[in-house]
């Protein structure tokens, strides 16, 4: 093994191995979609198997086993794969697929190290059989979201949760690509039911099907982001064939993929993809986790959800980086952005168990406002829309009157600079409060004020 980690993953993963070392048997890392946690994974794994232990890394679907296999041949880890459909070897470092595993429960021999991709996934019935079943193995969660609908923590779990750098960070640093997202309407879903903690898909459906939506998705694709490639997340597959045929009436090649579709036919659906002789790819609970198409150039959402982790992670897939591209285009359609924030928008994770929300809105981490002119949508600490330069309408305050002397708005405004800077407690925070207000150079900034903060503080 000859590759080396990037700074931030060598952090992460020292982190994690003195985690370990301090007595901890189930760790949880958390990084953004994007970060490579998949090569974090094959370097962790590959370390602990040339000192004679047995390794799994867990993956819940099957395209998510041969995109593992890849990227593990790609680093030059040797591995064998526990799957339906594949022959299995004796090599130290085994790629497994949830549901093989579970059959094979009461034959499989009992690892040393089990590593578990998507690991907030553990609380299901599955998961939590395998993981129950080999007690004195290490276990080591990967994901980009350590939260769920039920507001079930993962503490009996994991003892410990260490963390890798914001999206804010990544970007900052060019690892994730920058974006713009544009929020264009804004469903009504007060009307839908909810089953599991998420809307009830017939409901979407009837909020979402319908041409006046689709037709605006089409228009908005082709003026803001005609000719990359996009992936669109529909809420059934014939809302996705809908959209589909809205977009070939509008000249734009265009597929459908979910779950169902033959292997060979999504393989050749994904290399016109990569290619650029499919322009639009609308899927359906395909590649909302682990889905690795870097090629993705914006992000189309026509599927409202009360998800936090699932908003994130189909977002986070057109924020990977790409030769020639240069941002990533989000059009939210669903509204998704008002309920759950940014996607570089810092937000505070937990083992433990957190209350339901009490309605359909969840409180975002920053406050989310949109531009009346273009449509884009950007934190409410900016004064002017970053996309069109529109000066923000700011609704008139009641001036604050003491003994007769009135405080002037502009010291109200700077008085909430400074309380958001105060809020802003570590380096990761401060470059993205920066980003948000579109400093020059955030980074900079940012460590000019850690400094001074230091040099004061100690």
């Not at 998510?64 to 296999?69: D, E, H, N």
């Not at 009135?406 to 401060?430: F, H, P, S, V």
Request: charge should be positive; glycine fraction near 6%.
């Amino acid at each position: 093994m000859t590759f080396e980690l990037r700074d931030y993953q060598k952090t992460l993963v020292d982190a994690a191995r003195r985690s370990i070392a301090g007595g901890n048997r189930a760790v949880l890392m958390v990084a953004p979609t994007g970060a490579g946690k998949t090569v974090m994974a094959a370097w962790m794994l590959a370390q602990a198997s040339t000192r004679g232990r047995s390794c799994w890394f867990v993956v819940h679907r099957r395209e998510l086993i041969t995109q593992s296999s890849r990227t593990f041949d790609s680093v030059g880890v040797q591995h064998g794969i526990i799957s339906a459909g594949f022959s299995q070897t004796r090599a130290p470092v085994q790629i497994c697929g949830i549901q093989t595993l579970t059959r094979r429960i009461e034959s499989v021999p009992e690892p040393d190290l089990i590593m578990w991709d998507e690991a907030h996934h553990i609380a299901s019935e599955s998961w939590s059989k395998i993981y129950s079943r080999f007690p004195g193995a290490l276990h080591i969660g990967l994901t980009a979201t350590p939260t769920r609908l039920d507001g079930r923590g993962l503490r009996e779990w994991f003892s410990e949760m260490v963390q890798g750098p914001t999206t804010a960070s990544l970007i900052s640093e060019g690892m994730l690509s920058p974006y713009r997202l544009f929020a264009p309407s804004q469903p009504d879903m007060s009307s839908a039911a909810t089953r599991a903690g998420d809307y009830v898909t017939s409901d979407v459906v009837d909020a979402m099907d319908r041409p006046s939506i689709t037709g605006d998705a089409v228009s908005h694709y082709q003026r803001l982001c005609a000719g990359k490639r996009a992936i669109v997340f529909a809420a059934s597959v014939k809302h996705s064939n809908h959209i589909v045929e809205a977009f070939r009436q509008a000249g734009v090649t265009a597929e459908h993929l979910d779950g169902t579709t033959e292997k060979s036919e999504r393989d050749r659906t994904l290399a016109r993809f990569k290619s650029g002789e499919v322009k639009v790819v609308s899927n359906v609970e395909l590649f909302g986790e682990g889905f690795d198409a870097p090629a993705i150039e914006a992000a189309i959402l026509l599927r409202p959800t009360q998800s936090t982790s699932l908003y994130l992670q189909q977002v986070g897939r057109a924020l990977r980086t790409y030769p020639g591209k240069s941002e990533a285009i989000i059009l939210d359609h669903a509204g998704n952005c008002f309920r759950h924030g940014l996607p570089a928008d810092i937000r505070t994770w937990s083992l433990d168990s957190q209350p339901k929300p009490k309605s359909e809105r969840e409180t975002p981490a920053v406050t989310v406002r949109q531009c009346k002119q273009c449509f884009a949508a950007f934190s409410s600490r900016l004064r002017e829309c970053p996309v069109c330069q529109k000066p923000v309408e700011i609704q008139s305050r009641k001036i604050d009157e003491k003994k007769g002397d009135l405080e002037e708005i502009a010291n109200l405004e700077q008085r909430e600079k400074k309380r958001e800077q105060a809020g802003a407690k570590t380096l990761d925070q401060l470059i993205n409060l920066a980003i948000a207000r579109r400093y020059k150079n955030p980074r900079a900034w940012a460590y000019h004020v850690h400094a001074a903060r230091s040099r004061k503080f100690g």
